[in-house]
């Protein structure tokens, strides 16, 4: 939070669960409404909204709540350095390019003139005078924009290496100061247009490059607040105190209560409840605590409030765990070198190698003097204009993400696709994942038996109650006493009888012990004076999870079913979805072990998980996937995210993906084959500043053009 | 030919306007919301008017 000197708040927050045009509104128009807020804005790409009102301070914890009570998720948020610094870069890129584009526009508008005619018909002074004028353009306008290039290439001379910028500055550089040179000298080989012209179409590659990369960079922040926050620590005189979370140590007592996350690792002193452990197991169904169980940090207290002594701090909990595996395994996967740059590698030394060929070869063989050697130098490195190269990968990344955008799917890292269109095998999580991560009710029950289960079960926010009350539509049975027992189940009186929902021996030990056991998810109702009735749920697969395995093996993707649940259900899901290798039961750091095993065997590997457990795999593999369901630090770990019930965009991302990766290697190829014709005319000195710029713009459009295929064929 | 003395700079003085408005838009934060910016024009902004009207005022980030 910020406030300036004459009583202006702001304040910045991220915002989760916002997902459509509407939510922008219920937002900000529920912020208005409190007669303080002077402007409350939700940045929609960001996620971050942020709020400015007068006067006093502790309002802001108002705000909060008020958009917390809308539904949304408020995260604090710190305006940390490095998003700050991926912002002006943005904003840097776009203005360099808008001064470009005004340069290569204007300049263009003069050298139409300068291509129609020549030197007789518009005479020396003429051409001198619109030569002048290029220059007056062009040159501050490099001097701009080229910077974005400068710098790079600086960087990397002074690094002792070459990458991409070091043939494009050049070429700029020398460029433009020959073209002045001739333009003192009243020559003809003036080149400003085709340098602008190379600048801004390389720009408008940067730009799109840096757009698909953006939401890969917020990763990191968005993880460490996810970390960051407060906890209650119990006093010795019985009071309790709000500290940070980095300032809990061992051997405190934290109070934690329901609906709260537990801060640390630590184990119950005092208090029953449940515990919602999805986060660190992946476990669907909430877990019984009591007395001397153990608890971990970023599982949430779903019951009753409990004290917890810390055994762990923050730092060294199973959570700080995860986060320094997923640390681990993006350094790994830093390793990987793009498409991109692999060709750029190749490009420049073979450039620079023609260039000064031509530039000696004219000079000291082909006995012309230096100045006309020189030219056809700098011909060379124009016309071999990276500008293609450049544009053929970020135009279709672009294209591709608008495409899967449309289909719901959320690529958040720039190379993703061209990692995807390589992978070999896929692992699934499987709750959340294979399957919807909720339960709900199977088979068909007595109506009344289930009126009165849905009834009480409305009371509770169990997950399998809710699932249960979801499932009835109809009125409710009035009841009375309605109680909630941690770990047992719930208790009721209707019209005098005893009524009880919940575990099998909380309902039903006595009555009925024969009944055979079921290895699933049951839920049990007893009315007094009657046979209890049994509920059986389970968690459904998604519906179309069979199909998109089958289909992902017929592209030669083999399928691994991966999960902390329980083995002899992850083997049942498996033979059910078809899957053949399956590995149930294991931590996080056990998954993690598995996927480096895959690896080692030269395995590209998809992830696709929802859950906390599964965030170090996601950011372990090679490309990794998250549903929209999943928690955010999956979605953070993740390359992709895809939205709603269904598992298909696993599939239709990866066609994508393949189909566009043959789209950038067609591009490449395209300017390859531009060049081949190219070089050897400039080679021989035969190109002009038309032929120059022609062969260059039309190289660049038609690289685009090629893209657009994406848009047109189908899958 | 001596038209072109005062068509050259006129064009370049349009085009130079063009750049300042873009640089301005750029300035004043209208490029860094592309997403929401595409969403919010389906909304009903008359539904409710704000209670503060200077808001319209653009703010430098």
Known sequence: MQQDKEGQNRLTVLVSGATCAGCIQKIESRLAREPDVSEARLNFSTRRLSIEWRGNTARSNDFVKAVKALGYGVLPFDAGAARQESENEEKFLLLCLGVAGFAMGNIMMISVGLWASDAETMGLATRDLMHWISALIALPAIAFSGRVFFRSAFKALLGGHTNMDVPISLALLLASGMSLFETFHHGEHVYFDSAVMLMFFLLVGRYLDFRARKNARSTATDLLSTLSGFANVLQDDGSLKTVPIRSVAEGMRVRVNAGDKFPVDGHVIEGSSLVDTSLVTGESLPRDVEKGSDVYAGTMNLSAPLTIEVAKAAEDSLLADIVRLMEKAGQGQAQYVRLADRAARLYTPVVHTLAGLAFFGWWLIGGLDWQSALMIAITVLIITCPCALGLAVPVVQVLASGRLMKGGILLKSGDALERLSGVDMALFDKTGTLTLGRPQLEGIYPPEALQMAASIASHSTHPLSKALAAHYEGPLLPLEDVHEHPGQGLSAAYEGKAVRLGRRDWCASEQNPDDPAHSGLELWLSVEGQRPQRFILSDQPREDARSVIERLQAQGVEPVLLSGDRDEIVQAVAKNMGISQAYGGKTPPEKFEILEGFKAQGHKVLMIGDGLNDAPVLAGADVSMAPGSAIDMAQNAADIVFMGDRLSPVYESLSIARHSQSLVKQNFALAVAYNMVAIPLALGGFVTPLIAALAMSGSSLLVIANSFRLKWTSL | ?61
């Not at chain 2, 072109?4 to 408005?21: D, E, K, R, V, W």
């Open chain 2, 1 to 61: 030919m001596s038209v072109l003395l005062y068509m050259i700079p006129l064009a370049l003085l349009l085009g130079l306007c063009g750049l300042a408005a873009f640089i301005w838009s750029l300035k004043s934060g209208q490029y860094e919301d592309m997403e929401g910016a595409a969403r919010r024009i389906l909304l009903d902004d008359d539904e409710e008017p704000p209670h503060n009207t200077d808001q319209s005022e653009n703010k430098a980030p």
